[in-house]
């Protein structure tokens, strides 16, 4: 397979592409700036700031545009505010909770037999405290021509794998017309029939849906879906429902993956208020994942048992169709485990 990047992809949107790179060149990095942005009395919380030395503080601004003013307990803040409670060790909470820091070939994870997870882009707009892959190697997984190259002779080597998930960090940290060559040749590899998308990119900068983006997502042979991240219903704002207004007339469908988060979305009330507005703009409920006990990240952790509480009380007042799965994934598990509601 002859590795060609085309030069020239033409831009419908130019405008709105520029734009969402000036908001990536434009991330808060300095929790100190973030939290007078939003008003917040910055002396009692320096301690906490050294925690960026973990893992760095990356906040893009439409995103912080969402946070409530003065609220340090905003639930949006909580998501990327450092603390200093990263700095404990926690027995059972390790660096690779998912065992993925061995891959099949470097950028590409082969968990399920069916799918594969290609490292389209090794970092991410934002940094969620959270995140399991706080400890990833992305340096020795960072894409590049020859990488992709050889993510793209497995995937023709494996007839079994019928679906490709675009992952990273967050794949459309990619341009368009990095993946658009990359879409391109999958297109070529006959047996992948779908093409998913896992991203929070849009949650957090509206912008990166672009026309261009939308008609490169509808064109394909590959049936395409996106898998948005979104934790809260405060994220869903009107800049984000008028992007995601283009994917849902493009007719590509929409889900929404959620982690069950200490202090953040740990309510039934507030899971299911997220899955209502979920609805609303044509975004179906899918997971919601247990918390992966990655080190650094212990505070976000809500014990199984007060999951089936919530998950009980949340069927109490959605309808089935917007509940979404309560999930865990286990490393070296061929699929993630439902957790027994009963
Ligand atoms: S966007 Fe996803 S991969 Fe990136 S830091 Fe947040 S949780 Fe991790």
Same mark, same amino acid.
């Given at each position: 397979m002859k590795l060609e990047i085309p030069q020239i992809i033409p831009h419908i949107d130019k405008k709105m592409h520029l734009s969402w790179q000036k908001e990536l060149a434009n991330v808060v990095t300095d929790p100190k700036i973030l939290l007078e942005m939003l008003n917040i009395e910055t002396k009692n919380y320096l301690q906490h700031f050294k925690a960026r030395q973990l893992f760095p503080v990356r906040v893009p601004r439409p995103f912080i545009k969402k946070m409530q003013k003065g609220?340090?307990?905003d639930p949006l803040l909580k998501q990327v505010m450092p603390l200093f409670s990263e700095f404990l060790i926690t027995e059972g909470?390790?660096?690779d909770p998912l065992g993925e820091?061995?891959?099949?070939?470097? *950028?590409?994870?082969? +968990?399920y037999k069916h799918r594969v997870l290609l490292i389209? +882009?090794?970092?991410?707009a934002v940094n969620c405290?959270?995140?399991?892959?706080?400890?990833? %190697?992305y340096a020795d997984n960072s894409p590049n021509k020859i990488r992709w190259q050889q993510a793209l002779d497995y995937i023709q080597q494996?007839?079994? $794998?019928?679906e490709v998930i675009f992952s990273g960090?967050? %794949?459309?940290?990619?341009?368009d017309e990095h993946l658009a060559w990359l879409v391109s040749q999958i297109e070529n590899i006959s047996h992948v029939k779908r093409l998913r998308l896992h991203t929070r990119l849009p949650v957090v900068i %509206? #912008?990166? $849906?672009?026309a261009s983006l939308v008609k490169l997502l509808s064109k394909t042979r590959l049936k395409t879906t996106m898998v948005l991240h979104i934790?809260?219903?405060?994220?869903?704002d009107k800049a984000l429902s008028s992007s995601l207004e283009l994917l849902r007339e493009a007719r590509i469908p929409l889900f929404n993956q959620s982690v069950l988060l200490k202090g953040i979305n740990d309510q039934a009330q507030v899971l299911s208020q997220l899955s209502e507005k979920l609805f609303d703009n044509g975004i179906q409920p899918y997971y919601l994942h247990m918390?992966? #006990?990655? #080190? *650094?990240?212990?505070?976000f952790d809500v014990p199984e048992k007060q999951a089936v509480k919530i998950a009980k009380e949340m069927m109490m007042i959605l309808p089935g169709f917007l509940m979404p799965k309560l999930v865990r994934e286990i490393a070296g598990e061929a699929n993630k485990t439902p957790i027994n509601l009963a």
């Open positions: 609220n340090i307990n909470f390790i660096a820091h061995d891959t099949a070939v470097e *950028g590409l994870l082969h +968990k389209v +882009k090794s970092g991410c405290r959270y995140c399991f892959r706080r400890h990833f %190697p494996h007839e079994e $794998i019928t960090g967050d %794949p459309l940290m990619a341009s %509206p #912008q990166r $849906i672009t934790n809260h219903s405060n994220e869903i918390f992966d #006990q990655v #080190q *650094g990240a212990a505070h």
